[in-house]
């Protein structure tokens, strides 16, 4: 559609003694050039001049050929006028030719015209340009050849269709790039062959003409669909790089449709597999060890809180990582600190004797804590324990999460109020919550119990004796549980 | 196992090879098939030959000589604790496939990569082959793109660059706790000392060339990488700088990011979900204000929040326009081209043509309009010669004035 300051420019002044001007062919720059440069000259106004193209239809009012006016003084045009007609000439704007003739007596007046790029006119020429550009690299990236024989032996042959008259533009850039190959290009306006010397051309072809397959694009469709990545789909930037009218010509894009449609069934899957599978599978045992490993080294540079910064070093988890049982304690206490292992100190002696008293093998278990530093206050030579807040626990929760995750243990116990809070994410009463395990998000259970060190503290020597039968008793029925678990 | 054809190993390999995010067949010379006896020709600009549906292109044929290896990176779908199935190509099923698809005009050429077999002298030699062959025996004159291997003999990484038009080696991790804990038989120092060496290599081949016109030309369109953005901790700050920094030691082509995506079997200290998509293209564009419109490093990172990530919902020049408002607004018709470039929705070509049309007249909001795509964008951050943005950089609701509308809730964003 014309912009109206276009048609003014255009059709303004009178249609006395119109000038028609017949071009050989829909790109026929030279043609343009000569009639154009003489009418220039002559200070012909754009209005004036019927521009039509030899067997194209003609104008309403169009009338016979006229003379060439007068020839007038000759003008120089920049070079990149010359270039940028040479590209709006393809285009399949009728109105093309009157255009770029507008544009050329604005050059006469004024040399420098064309870099005032928010002239309408200009911008519109641009435009034009840029049109014919990008369909001349679609063409390049789409046309798609197929492989026949004949008597001389494989031939490729393409059936494309531009939008612009662009084909004979093109034409170098496939011989350029298939000059050992003999190829035609096939479209509905005219066809190109080459034969390795010379380029010839015909007339316009219809796709029947064009060979219908070729056995290399099923292999070709097999790389399309195993490119695709299913886990990102984006729709928009695919079509507005390879419009829909192109797809047509394109054997892969036949695919399109059913790929989109498994995509969001495909990553579902992923994820779902990943989970379960690797939850009831065992992995190899290499991986997960290098895997441990490294979190453990990771985990020695932990900033997440400040109590780094004080304690003498990270206490880890240990034990065997295909363990059925973890057991998460609150921190460790002055000798985990120095020693930088679990339970070690004299709540470390209460829980190896009453895992012995249980029946658990702490060797077969996975032994951590839910902080992993030492927290303090000093007292004269002496660092008493002092209780993590939330947030140092929800920093370190971090760590006990994927410790964790490398080990997916059906059971997990948490010993003590800090544990529990740490693998259940609230705050829990001990006492209330002891007798029934919890499901945690993935899937494994909790049971919660008292700390070991709680027993440490109670005063009462009957009260002690009484939590300390009931600590085993927890401890039994955990074994029991793993027992049936494992069953 | 029975063996597999052709097609079947194509669909593995070319899926294990789908977490590259490079596709870039542009920056090299110019070299076309008049003369000789194979095909091919590179013109400068890379062509996009189809495009997925995951909206990335498809220009080179992109695929792994075999996804075996001996390496355990965690985020990698061919670790060797990986129960992916594996397939091996033979150098001489590549370079035809190669062939057989650039005849038929579906590619510009190979971007070859490998896992890791036997051991990393032996896989390179396996490149190499591909490369030579396709060069030698065919006269291939298209684009091909090696993957190097950072342990790899120095002479072998030399041949590559030799046929190759580009090589790359990723640095895979933004930061050497990642890449330690993710992939751990890899090291950042030996990445980084393959990286160097390149370098040194493409330096010494531009000055040869400088002096002997029959010098031969190593690696002419440069070196690039790869960082995968979501699977350790490392915040779009952290990612910038250090993408800033590998630019500039490296002398880099690109550097691209790949959002890590949910793999089949992931390894277990893995996230499981992946970034938002719209991560990488922040990221990008971040790139992009640092190569093309000036903007330092620091000030990339000074638009990011306070958690050192950029915002998702506008642009990184937005965000940094909005921040630091004292810079606007900016006077279309007399300010230079740096400052032009700082403006949320002016490009470079719109600069370009500012630049060149108010040498001509002053240029009006009409005009602005005709060069850029969004007018609302641009207009509260300049001032033309009829036309004023009173009072709008000091509002404090600048930023819904100018962030675009949500049109519909994308079901498939992260």
């Known amino acids: 559609m014309a912009d109206p300051a276009d048609i003014a420019m255009l059709r303004d002044g009178p249609m006395i003694g119109a000038h028609h001007v017949t071009l050989a062919s829909e790109d026929d720059f030279d043609g343009w050039r000569d009639a154009a440069r003489g009418l220039a000259e002559a200070g012909v106004p754009p209005s004036a001049i019927a521009w039509q193209v030899d067997g194209g239809e003609r104008d309403l009012f169009g009338g016979p050929e006229t003379e060439p006016p007068p020839p007038g003084p000759s003008f120089a045009v920049p070079r990149a006028f010359v270039d940028l007609a040479r590209t709006v000439i393809c285009h399949r704007d009728p109105e093309r030719f009157a255009l770029l003739y507008a544009m050329l007596l604005k050059l006469r007046s004024n040399k420098q015209a064309l870099e005032d790029r928010a002239d309408p006119l200009v911008d519109r020429l641009e435009g034009m340009a840029k049109e014919v550009r990008r369909d001349a690299h679609k063409m390049h990236a789409f046309v798609r050849f197929r492989e026949v024989e004949d008597d001389e032996g494989p031939r490729f042959v393409a059936w494309f269709e531009p939008d612009n008259h662009i084909v004979r533009r093109e034409a170098g850039f496939f011989q350029r790039r298939f000059a050992n190959m003999r190829w035609s290009i096939l479209t509905p306006e005219l066809t190109i062959h080459w034969d390795g010397q010379n380029l010839t051309e015909g007339p316009g072809a219809t796709r029947a003409e064009a060979p219908d397959g070729d056995p290399v694009e099923e292999t070709w469709k097999t790389y399309y669909a195993s490119i695709f990545n299913p886990a990102r789909v984006k729709v928009k930037a695919m079509t507005k790089e390879m419009p829909k009218k192109y797809w047509r010509n394109m054997p892969e894009t036949a695919l399109i449709g059913d790929l989109l449609a498994g995509a969001q069934a495909r990553e579902a899957e992923m994820i779902k597999r990943s989970t379960t599978v690797t939850a009831t599978t065992p992995r190899p045992t290499g991986n997960l060890d290098a895997s441990w490993a490294a979190l453990k080294a990771e985990a020695a540079r932990c900033t997440r809180c400040e109590l780094h910064q004080c304690a003498t070093q990270i206490v880890f988890g240990e034990g065997p990582l295909d363990a059925a049982i973890v057991f998460v304690g609150e921190q460790p206490g002055d000798q985990e600190d120095l020693a930088g292992r679990p339970f070690v100190g004299p709540a470390g002696q209460l829980f190896n004797a009453a895992l012995e008293e249980a029946g658990i093998d702490r060797t077969q278990a996975y032994v951590t804590n839910a902080v992993k530093h030492f927290k303090f206050v000093q007292r004269g030579k002496k660092r008493i324990h002092s209780k993590p807040d939330t947030s140092e626990i929800e920093a370190c929760r971090w760590w006990v999460d994927r410790e964790r995750e490398l080990i997916r243990p059906p059971l997990t116990v948490a010993l003590g109020a800090t544990a529990a809070r740490s693998l259940t994410g609230k705050t829990v009463t001990i006492s209330k919550s002891r007798d029934a395990p919890l499901t945690l998000a993935d899937g494994g259970e909790c049971w919660i119990t008292v700390h070991p060190s709680f027993l440490l503290r109670l005063p009462d020597e009957q009260v002690r004796r009484e939590e300390r039968a009931k600590f085993v008793a927890d401890l039994q029925r955990i074994r029991k549980r793993a027992e049936a678990l494992a069953a | ?414």
């Not at chain 2, 199935?85 to 590549?94: P, S």
């Not at chain 2, 081949?205 to 029959?214: I, P, W």
């Not at chain 2, 207009?379 to 009173?390: L, V």
Request: charged fraction near 25%.
């Open chain 2, 1 to 414: 196992m029975a063996q597999l054809d052709t097609r079947e190993k194509l669909a593995i390999l070319a899926d294990a090879a789908k977490y590259d995010a490079s596709c870039a067949s542009s920056g090299t010379v110019k070299r076309d098939s008049r003369g000789g006896k194979g095909v091919g020709s590179t013109e400068g600009m890379g062509i996009c030959h189809a495009y997925a549906p995951d909206g990335r292109c498809i220009s080179l044929l992109k695929i792994l000589l075999t996804n075996s290896c001996i390496f355990d990176c965690h985020y990698c779908i061919n670790r060797k604790s990986s129960n992916v199935r594996r397939a091996r190509f033979t150098a001489q099923e590549v370079v035809h496939l190669t062939l057989a698809f650039y005849k038929r005009n579906y590619i510009e050429g190979l971007f070859l990569s490998s896992g890791i077999i036997r051991s990393s002298n032996y896989t390179m030699e396996q490149l190499v082959e591909v490369a030579r062959a396709l060069r030698e025996d065919h006269d291939f004159r298209g684009y091909i793109h090696l993957k190097t291997i950072p342990d790899a003999d120095p002479e072998l990484v030399r041949q590559a660059a030799l046929y190759a038009d580009r090589v790359s080696i990723n640095v895979e991790l933004p930061t050497v706790s990642g890449l330690e804990r993710l992939a751990p038989e890899k090291s950042a120092t030996r990445i980084e000392g393959a990286m160097k060496d390149m370098k040194l290599g493409i330096e010494d081949g531009k000055d040869a060339r400088k002096k002997y016109r029959s010098a031969p030309k190593f690696a002419p369109a440069g070196q690039s990488t790869q960082m995968i953005v979501g699977a350790d901790a490392a915040n779009d700050g952290d990612i910038v700088m250090r993408a800033s920094q590998l630019y500039d030691r490296f002398a880099l082509r690109r550097v691209y990011y790949s959002a890590f995506s949910p793999i089949p079997s992931p390894s277990a200290v893995l996230p499981l979900k992946r970034p938002p998509l719209m991560r990488e293209h922040r990221l990008y564009q971040s790139d992009w204000l640092m190569r093309f419109y000036g903007f330092k490093p620091r000030e990339v990172v000074s638009a990011a929040g306070d958690d050192g990530m950029l915002p998702l919902d506008i642009d990184p020049k937005l965000a940094w326009a909005l921040k630091f408002r004292d810079s606007f607004p900016v006077d279309v018709n007399k300010a230079p081209r740096e400052q032009l470039l700082r403006v949320p929705g002016l490009g470079t070509k719109a600069v370009k043509r500012l630049l060149q049309s108010r040498r001509w007249r002053a240029i009006t909001l009409d005009d602005v309009a005709r060069l850029t795509v969004s007018i609302a964008k641009v207009r509260p951050f300049i001032t033309t010669s009829d036309w004023r943005p009173t009072l709008l950089t000091d509002r404090a609701d600048l930023k819904t004035l100018v962030t675009p509308r949500e049109t519909q809730l994308d079901l498939f964003a992260g």
